[in-house]
């Protein structure tokens, strides 16, 4: 699947269409999105990091840093991308049982790094301006979670037995 399909669907959630479009998205296709989003939108603090005057002087140092900026903190940012959306996707799980949804852990996580889409680029737009504190991080995570939770409600009640 096209990863520009994918993104459209994401900017639209939480569309019934997309949220049903989005869920037949193979968890290969889902990796390399949310790892190209992360990626592309960290790459800015990535820059700002690798390009600090005042960090290191000696010359060497200076390359053996950016080196190690170039290899090292993509792999970083990824490895917490997949912690932090394995977390969201865990209350995701609580909220889907508390609405009593017929969801797996497996398919909150998709979700929920689709769902991560437009906070992230918020986010990130945000940092670009300089701003961003601790208030922005929770507000962003109220949006994320009433996204998340009209994603939910989407799927049908479970039956009792």
């Given at each position: 699947?096209?990863?520009?399909?994918?993104?459209?669907?994401?900017?639209?959630?939480?569309k019934k269409q997309a949220?049903?479009?989005?869920?037949?998205?193979?968890m290969r296709d889902t990796l390399v999105y949310i790892f190209l989003l992360i990626f592309v939108l960290y790459l800015p603090e990535g820059y700002d990091l690798a390009i600090q005057d005042n960090l290191l002087l000696d010359s060497d140092l200076r390359s053996v840093f950016i080196l190690q900026?170039?290899?090292?903190?993509p792999?970083?940012?990824?490895?917490?991308?997949?912690?932090?959306?394995?977390a969201l996707a865990a209350v995701a799980l609580l909220m889907s049982r508390m609405l009593s949804r017929k969801l797996a852990f497996q398919h909150l996580w998709k979700m929920?790094?689709?769902?991560?889409?437009?906070p992230l680029i918020i986010y990130t737009l945000i940092k670009l301006t300089g701003w961003g504190n601790s208030y922005l991080v929770?507000?962003?995570l109220v949006g994320l979670y009433f996204i998340?939770?009209?994603?939910?409600?989407?799927?049908?009640k479970r039956k009792n037995k």
């Open positions: 699947m096209g990863l520009i399909k994918i993104f459209k669907h994401s900017i639209v959630l939480p949220v049903f479009w989005l869920n037949r998205v193979s900026s170039i290899t090292f903190y792999m970083y940012v990824i490895f917490s991308g997949l912690v932090v959306i394995s929920t790094a689709f769902a991560l889409t437009v929770m507000l962003l998340l939770y009209n994603m939910i409600t989407v799927y049908p």
